[in-house]
């Protein structure tokens, strides 16, 4: 793993996902919660912060949500979303991670065993500074969005499909 892969709590964890990201997914698919929203952000319908006194790694989550998780705490949180993805309340969990097969507690342990579909995007994903609202820049690694829980529509799949190669659970075994 890449020491930018292992990087410090204070590095690229409050990067934002980019709106073409987030927009697409919520135009088919209407997200309803980010568990781990920032202090500006408004993906979805429930956004709650951190600092309301939310915590989305020990809450329960609901209906349809995305995540993008601190880069450095990413097992923890593919852990949460697979658990969360079998709860009934949780409609299917969508999350964005660096594409790091080679990483086994991350990869090996919640993603490649319980993700039902995850697209590698073609080129380096740019994330946005949260402080200017501008392009922050692309990590050294590329990224990828995993769905965990209930198939997700027909053009949710196209869609990521025309972003990225997609990939589904069958053809990881
Ligand atoms: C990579 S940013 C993503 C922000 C936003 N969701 C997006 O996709 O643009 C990760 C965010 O998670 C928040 N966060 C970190 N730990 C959290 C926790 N335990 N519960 C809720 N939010 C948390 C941080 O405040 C940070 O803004």
């Given at each position: 793993?890449?020491?930018?892969?292992?990087?410090?709590?204070?590095?690229?964890?409050?990067?934002?996902t980019p709106k073409w990201i987030y927009e697409s997914i919520d135009q088919h698919d209407g997200i309803y919660l980010d568990?781990?929203?920032?202090?500006?952000?408004?993906i979805g319908?429930?956004?709650?912060?951190?600092?309301?006194?939310?915590?989305?790694?020990?809450?329960?989550?609901?209906g349809v949500c995305f995540v993008n998780?601190?880069?450095?705490?990413?097992?923890?949180?593919?852990?949460?979303?697979?658990?969360?993805?079998?709860?009934?309340?949780?409609e299917r969990v969508y999350l964005l991670?660096?594409?790091?097969?080679?990483?086994?507690?991350?990869?090996?342990?919640?993603?490649?065993?319980?993700?039902?579909f995850?697209c590698?995007?073609?080129?380096?994903?740019?994330?946005?500074?949260?402080?200017?609202?501008?392009?922050?820049?692309?990590?050294?690694?590329?990224?990828?969005l995993h769905v965990?829980?209930?198939?997700p529509p027909?053009q949710v799949l196209r869609w990521m499909?025309?972003v990225?190669?997609?990939?589904?659970?069958?053809?990881?075994?």
């Open positions: 793993m890449s020491e930018e892969m292992q990087q410090s709590k204070t590095d690229k964890d409050d990067w934002l568990p781990c929203a920032g202090e500006d952000t408004y319908e429930a956004n709650p912060r951190p600092r309301s006194g939310w915590d989305g790694l020990e809450y329960e989550w609901e998780p601190p880069f450095s705490e990413k097992v923890a949180w593919a852990e949460k979303c697979v658990e969360e993805a079998q709860r009934s309340r949780v991670s660096p594409d790091c097969a080679s990483h086994k507690s991350f990869w090996h342990a919640w993603i490649e065993p319980h993700a039902q995850t590698f995007f073609e080129g380096r994903v740019k994330y946005v500074d949260p402080a200017t609202g501008e392009e922050a820049g692309s990590p050294s690694f590329g990224s990828a965990f829980g209930d198939s027909t499909d025309d990225g190669d997609l990939v589904t659970r069958g053809l990881f075994f």
